[in-house]
Protein backbone atom coordinates (compact mmCIF):
# COMPACT_ATOMS: atom_id res chain seq x y z
CA UNK A 1 0.00 0.00 0.00
CA UNK A 2 1.22 3.70 -1.05
CA UNK A 3 1.03 5.96 2.15
CA UNK A 4 0.13 9.56 0.28
CA UNK A 5 -2.56 11.82 0.70
CA UNK A 6 -3.59 10.67 -3.39
CA UNK A 7 -3.97 6.57 -2.33
CA UNK A 8 -6.65 5.00 0.22
CA UNK A 9 -6.65 1.69 0.30
CA UNK A 10 -9.78 -0.64 0.19
CA UNK A 11 -9.64 -1.38 3.94
CA UNK A 12 -9.44 2.34 4.69
CA UNK A 13 -12.84 2.83 2.24
CA UNK A 14 -14.22 -0.13 3.98
CA UNK A 15 -14.06 1.87 7.25
CA UNK A 16 -14.83 5.28 5.86
CA UNK A 17 -17.48 5.16 3.14
CA UNK A 18 -20.45 5.45 6.07
CA UNK A 19 -18.44 9.18 6.33
CA UNK A 20 -21.11 11.88 4.48
CA UNK A 21 -17.73 14.02 3.54
CA UNK A 22 -16.83 11.46 1.38
CA UNK A 23 -18.27 10.34 -1.99
CA UNK A 24 -17.21 7.54 -4.17
CA UNK A 25 -16.70 7.57 -7.79
CA UNK A 26 -16.98 4.54 -10.36
CA UNK A 27 -14.77 5.34 -13.37
CA UNK A 28 -15.26 2.11 -15.13
CA UNK A 29 -14.88 1.89 -18.76
CA UNK A 30 -13.75 0.63 -22.04
CA UNK A 31 -12.67 2.39 -25.04
CA UNK A 32 -13.61 -0.58 -27.05
CA UNK A 33 -16.78 -0.52 -25.47
CA UNK A 34 -18.12 2.75 -23.95
CA UNK A 35 -21.55 1.30 -22.69
CA UNK A 36 -19.49 -1.28 -20.79
CA UNK A 37 -18.81 0.95 -17.41
CA UNK A 38 -22.17 1.52 -16.97
CA UNK A 39 -23.60 -1.64 -17.23
CA UNK A 40 -20.89 -3.16 -14.90
CA UNK A 41 -21.70 -0.23 -12.43
CA UNK A 42 -25.01 -1.32 -12.63
CA UNK A 43 -24.24 -5.15 -12.12
CA UNK A 44 -22.72 -4.43 -9.22
CA UNK A 45 -20.28 -1.26 -7.39
CA UNK A 46 -19.21 -0.25 -4.00
CA UNK A 47 -21.98 0.80 -1.91
CA UNK A 48 -22.61 4.31 -2.03
CA UNK A 49 -20.71 4.44 -5.29
CA UNK A 50 -21.71 6.94 -8.04
CA UNK A 51 -20.97 6.34 -12.32
CA UNK A 52 -18.68 9.24 -14.04
CA UNK A 53 -18.49 8.22 -17.75
CA UNK A 54 -15.04 9.07 -19.68
CA UNK A 55 -17.02 10.03 -22.49
CA UNK A 56 -20.68 11.80 -21.02
CA UNK A 57 -18.93 13.40 -17.65
CA UNK A 58 -15.44 12.90 -17.76
CA UNK A 59 -14.96 14.79 -21.53
CA UNK A 60 -16.73 17.19 -23.76
CA UNK A 61 -17.78 16.88 -27.09
CA UNK A 62 -15.01 16.00 -29.89
CA UNK A 63 -14.20 18.88 -32.32
CA UNK A 64 -11.78 19.28 -35.00
CA UNK A 65 -8.38 19.76 -32.56
CA UNK A 66 -8.65 19.50 -28.93
CA UNK A 67 -8.21 15.29 -28.99
CA UNK A 68 -10.51 12.37 -28.70
CA UNK A 69 -11.32 13.65 -24.90
CA UNK A 70 -11.32 17.10 -24.63
CA UNK A 71 -12.17 18.60 -20.95
CA UNK A 72 -15.38 18.94 -20.13
CA UNK A 73 -16.85 22.37 -19.65
CA UNK A 74 -16.28 23.48 -15.91
CA UNK A 75 -20.00 24.87 -15.70
CA UNK A 76 -21.25 21.04 -17.11
CA UNK A 77 -18.55 18.98 -14.31
CA UNK A 78 -19.49 21.33 -11.72
CA UNK A 79 -23.03 20.53 -12.42
CA UNK A 80 -23.08 16.98 -12.47
CA UNK A 81 -20.76 16.87 -8.95
CA UNK A 82 -23.58 19.05 -7.59
CA UNK A 83 -25.98 16.52 -8.57
CA UNK A 84 -23.89 14.00 -6.79
CA UNK A 85 -23.53 15.58 -3.63
CA UNK A 86 -19.72 16.38 -4.02
CA UNK A 87 -19.30 19.66 -1.71
CA UNK A 88 -16.60 22.31 -2.69
CA UNK A 89 -13.70 22.16 -0.76
CA UNK A 90 -14.78 19.63 2.03
CA UNK A 91 -16.11 16.49 0.05
CA UNK A 92 -13.01 13.37 -0.20
CA UNK A 93 -13.89 12.33 -3.52
CA UNK A 94 -12.76 8.46 -3.99
CA UNK A 95 -11.98 7.52 -7.54
CA UNK A 96 -12.00 4.01 -8.50
CA UNK A 97 -11.96 1.59 -11.97
CA UNK A 98 -10.39 -1.95 -12.71
CA UNK A 99 -8.11 -0.74 -15.55
CA UNK A 100 -4.86 0.25 -13.49
CA UNK A 101 -6.50 3.63 -12.59
CA UNK A 102 -6.75 4.54 -16.27
CA UNK A 103 -9.94 6.74 -16.10
CA UNK A 104 -9.73 7.15 -12.05
CA UNK A 105 -6.73 9.36 -12.39
CA UNK A 106 -8.49 10.69 -15.06
CA UNK A 107 -11.02 12.03 -12.64
CA UNK A 108 -8.04 12.57 -9.51
CA UNK A 109 -6.30 14.97 -12.41
CA UNK A 110 -9.36 16.81 -13.02
CA UNK A 111 -11.13 17.11 -9.39
CA UNK A 112 -7.15 19.18 -8.84
CA UNK A 113 -7.42 20.60 -12.27
CA UNK A 114 -10.76 22.29 -11.21
CA UNK A 115 -9.17 23.67 -7.90
CA UNK A 116 -10.49 20.55 -5.49
CA UNK A 117 -7.60 19.19 -3.67
CA UNK A 118 -9.51 16.17 -1.73
CA UNK A 119 -9.47 13.52 -4.42
CA UNK A 120 -7.69 10.20 -3.88
CA UNK A 121 -7.80 6.64 -6.02
CA UNK A 122 -8.77 3.33 -4.94
CA UNK A 123 -5.47 1.48 -4.82
CA UNK A 124 -6.20 -1.85 -6.35
CA UNK A 125 -9.59 -0.61 -7.75
CA UNK A 126 -12.77 -2.22 -7.96
CA UNK A 127 -10.99 -5.92 -8.03
CA UNK A 128 -9.56 -5.61 -4.63
CA UNK A 129 -12.47 -4.39 -3.09
CA UNK A 130 -14.18 -7.59 -4.52
CA UNK A 131 -11.54 -9.85 -3.52
CA UNK A 132 -11.13 -8.60 0.38
CA UNK A 133 -14.54 -9.92 0.24
CA UNK A 134 -16.24 -6.35 0.68
CA UNK A 135 -20.08 -5.65 0.09
CA UNK A 136 -21.04 -4.59 -3.54
CA UNK A 137 -24.62 -3.33 -4.34
CA UNK A 138 -26.66 -2.90 -7.58
CA UNK A 139 -29.10 -0.30 -6.24
CA UNK A 140 -28.43 3.16 -7.94
CA UNK A 141 -27.81 5.84 -4.93
CA UNK A 142 -29.95 8.66 -4.17
CA UNK A 143 -27.71 12.00 -3.93
CA UNK A 144 -28.44 15.36 -1.67
CA UNK A 145 -27.46 17.99 -4.54
CA UNK A 146 -24.17 19.84 -3.10
CA UNK A 147 -22.48 22.66 -4.54
CA UNK A 148 -19.20 22.39 -6.85
CA UNK A 149 -17.64 25.66 -7.38
CA UNK A 150 -14.95 25.35 -10.01
CA UNK A 151 -11.54 27.23 -9.31
CA UNK A 152 -9.53 26.04 -12.92
CA UNK A 153 -5.53 25.87 -11.89
CA UNK A 154 -4.36 26.78 -15.54
CA UNK A 155 -1.02 26.26 -14.76
CA UNK A 156 -1.81 22.47 -14.84
CA UNK A 157 -2.62 22.23 -18.41
CA UNK A 158 -0.62 22.94 -21.83
CA UNK A 159 -2.12 22.61 -25.28
CA UNK A 160 -0.85 22.35 -28.94
CA UNK A 161 1.30 25.81 -29.13
CA UNK A 162 2.60 25.52 -26.11
CA UNK A 163 4.47 21.95 -26.25
CA UNK A 164 5.90 23.07 -30.22
CA UNK A 165 7.27 25.96 -28.44
CA UNK A 166 8.49 24.47 -25.35
CA UNK A 167 9.16 20.54 -25.92
CA UNK A 168 12.90 21.06 -27.40
CA UNK A 169 13.61 23.90 -24.29
CA UNK A 170 16.26 22.72 -21.72
CA UNK A 171 14.37 22.12 -18.51
CA UNK A 172 11.22 21.01 -20.08
CA UNK A 173 10.47 16.92 -20.47
CA UNK A 174 7.70 15.39 -22.41
CA UNK A 175 6.71 12.07 -21.56
CA UNK A 176 4.69 9.89 -23.64
CA UNK A 177 2.41 7.80 -21.40
CA UNK A 178 1.93 5.05 -24.35
CA UNK A 179 2.79 1.56 -24.95
CA UNK A 180 6.51 1.10 -26.59
CA UNK A 181 5.34 -0.02 -29.91
CA UNK A 182 2.49 2.64 -29.88
CA UNK A 183 5.01 5.61 -29.33
CA UNK A 184 7.82 3.65 -31.68
CA UNK A 185 5.03 3.89 -34.45
CA UNK A 186 5.39 0.19 -34.72
CA UNK A 187 1.07 -0.42 -33.73
CA UNK A 188 -1.63 2.70 -33.74
CA UNK A 189 -4.91 0.42 -32.96
CA UNK A 190 -7.23 4.16 -32.40
CA UNK A 191 -5.49 7.13 -34.31
CA UNK A 192 -5.32 7.29 -37.60
CA UNK A 193 -1.39 8.36 -37.47
CA UNK A 194 1.52 6.51 -35.52
CA UNK A 195 4.50 7.78 -33.89
CA UNK A 196 5.25 9.99 -31.47
CA UNK A 197 5.48 13.87 -30.68
CA UNK A 198 9.59 14.69 -31.71
CA UNK A 199 11.94 14.64 -28.51
CA UNK A 200 9.40 12.66 -26.14
CA UNK A 201 10.21 10.50 -23.80
CA UNK A 202 8.29 6.63 -23.45
CA UNK A 203 7.27 6.10 -19.68
CA UNK A 204 4.70 3.37 -20.47
CA UNK A 205 1.59 4.52 -17.65
CA UNK A 206 0.94 0.54 -17.23
CA UNK A 207 4.18 0.23 -15.30
CA UNK A 208 3.21 2.76 -12.48
CA UNK A 209 1.00 0.21 -10.98
CA UNK A 210 1.71 -4.06 -11.02
CA UNK A 211 0.05 -6.46 -13.18
CA UNK A 212 -2.86 -6.64 -10.13
CA UNK A 213 -3.63 -2.84 -10.35
CA UNK A 214 -1.67 -2.00 -7.06
CA UNK A 215 0.39 1.32 -6.86
CA UNK A 216 4.32 0.19 -6.82
CA UNK A 217 5.93 1.67 -3.79
CA UNK A 218 7.14 4.82 -3.70
CA UNK A 219 10.36 4.19 -3.58
CA UNK A 220 9.59 2.40 -7.20
CA UNK A 221 7.91 5.53 -8.10
CA UNK A 222 11.05 7.70 -7.04
CA UNK A 223 13.14 5.64 -8.62
CA UNK A 224 10.72 5.12 -12.42
CA UNK A 225 11.27 9.07 -13.06
CA UNK A 226 15.30 9.36 -11.61
CA UNK A 227 16.11 10.67 -14.89
CA UNK A 228 14.83 13.81 -14.43
CA UNK A 229 15.08 16.74 -12.00
CA UNK A 230 12.54 18.50 -9.76
CA UNK A 231 13.07 21.61 -10.97
CA UNK A 232 12.34 20.57 -14.86
CA UNK A 233 9.24 20.85 -16.04
CA UNK A 234 7.39 17.44 -17.10
CA UNK A 235 4.40 17.71 -19.68
CA UNK A 236 2.43 14.30 -19.46
CA UNK A 237 0.51 13.72 -22.86
CA UNK A 238 -0.72 9.83 -24.08
CA UNK A 239 -3.23 9.14 -27.25
CA UNK A 240 -6.12 11.87 -25.82
CA UNK A 241 -5.39 12.90 -22.31
CA UNK A 242 -6.67 9.94 -20.15
CA UNK A 243 -4.14 7.85 -19.33
CA UNK A 244 -1.38 10.25 -19.58
CA UNK A 245 -3.17 11.09 -15.87
CA UNK A 246 -1.30 7.99 -14.58
CA UNK A 247 1.69 9.32 -14.81
CA UNK A 248 1.05 12.42 -13.32
CA UNK A 249 -0.24 10.51 -10.44
CA UNK A 250 3.04 8.47 -10.51
CA UNK A 251 4.90 12.06 -10.53
CA UNK A 252 2.77 13.07 -7.83
CA UNK A 253 3.17 10.24 -5.50
CA UNK A 254 7.52 10.73 -5.84
CA UNK A 255 7.33 14.55 -5.05
CA UNK A 256 7.29 16.61 -8.10
CA UNK A 257 5.11 19.61 -8.44
CA UNK A 258 6.00 21.37 -12.14
CA UNK A 259 3.93 18.88 -13.61
CA UNK A 260 1.55 19.89 -16.51
CA UNK A 261 -0.92 17.69 -18.76
CA UNK A 262 -0.69 18.36 -22.38
CA UNK A 263 -4.99 17.49 -22.48
CA UNK A 264 -5.42 17.05 -26.16
CA UNK A 265 -2.06 14.66 -26.60
CA UNK A 266 -1.20 12.85 -29.91
CA UNK A 267 -5.21 13.01 -31.09
CA UNK A 268 -4.84 16.65 -30.72
CA UNK A 269 -0.99 16.74 -32.37
CA UNK A 270 -2.00 15.06 -35.33
CA UNK A 271 -4.78 17.25 -36.06
CA UNK A 272 -2.91 20.13 -37.61
Known amino acids: MVNHPAVVSVQWLKENRDNSSIAIA ?25 YLDLNQDLSSPVEKHGGRHPLPHPNTFAAKLSTLGVNSPQTLVIAYDDSRL ?12 FGHQRVAVLDGGFSAWQKAGYPVETEIPQFTPGKFIPHIQPQMVVDYTYVQEHKDLAGVKLIDARERDRYLGKHEPIDPVAG ?47 TACVNLLSLELAGFRNTKLYAGSWSDWISY
Not at 102 to 113: G, K, P, T
Not at 218 to 239: F, H, K, N, V
Open 26 to 50: DCRFSLAQPQLGRMEYEQGHIPGAF
Open 102 to 113: AFAARLWWLLRY
Open 196 to 242: HIPGAINYPWQTVTDETGFLRPLAEQQARWETISDEEEAIAYCGSGV
